[in-house]
């Protein structure tokens, strides 16, 4: 094992975390919160949810993703103009793209939610997970170099 294998392991472990946690808390722990809390409850609970994992987000999942897959670039030879070349470079400027929106799409829930605008708030949380979802599939796209 290389260092570069620790790296990417942590890149994939870090993207395996966040989008996991997206996933837990949309298929799991909110049904059962509206099945099972009265309003009060269920939100102060999944204020507390949205709070830790955005805290975690910010202090642990985007630091790694941020630092690894900047890393893995230098890495491999990415440059801005290689962004442009078709196969390589295409997904992975496709797959930064989708990554910034969805950064964009989950302080935008934060600030919605926050600010009492649940319609606005529950579309962009469905957006940042279907934009995390295809950030993966992009990467499972990217070709082996």
């Known amino acids: 094992m290389t260092w570069w294998s620790v790296v ?7 993207a395996a ?11 799991v722990v909110l049904p059962l919160a ?7 409850r269920r939100g102060r609970m999944l204020t507390a949810i ?15 993703q941020l630092a690894t897959g900047v890393a893995i670039a230098w890495h491999k030879g ?8 078709p ?14 929106a969805v950064m964009v799409a989950a302080g935008l ?5 926050g600010a009492g605008h649940r319609r606005s708030a529950r579309a962009l949380a469905v957006a940042s997970l279907i934009g995390s979802i295809g950030i993966i599939l992009l990467a499972t796209a990217l070709p082996a170099t």
């Open 8 to 14: 990417r392991f942590l890149h994939v472990l870090s």
């Open 17 to 27: 975390l966040w989008v996991g946690g997206q996933l837990t808390v949309s298929l």
């Open 34 to 40: 509206r099945r099972q809390l009265d309003d009060e």
């Open 50 to 64: 949205g709070r830790r994992f955005g805290m975690i987000t910010g202090v642990v999942f985007l630091p790694v």
């Open 78 to 85: 990415v440059t801005w103009a290689s962004l442009a070349e």
């Open 87 to 100: 196969g390589y470079g295409r997904i992975l400027a496709a797959k930064l793209g989708l990554f910034c």
């Open 109 to 113: 829930h934060g600030w919605a939610n």
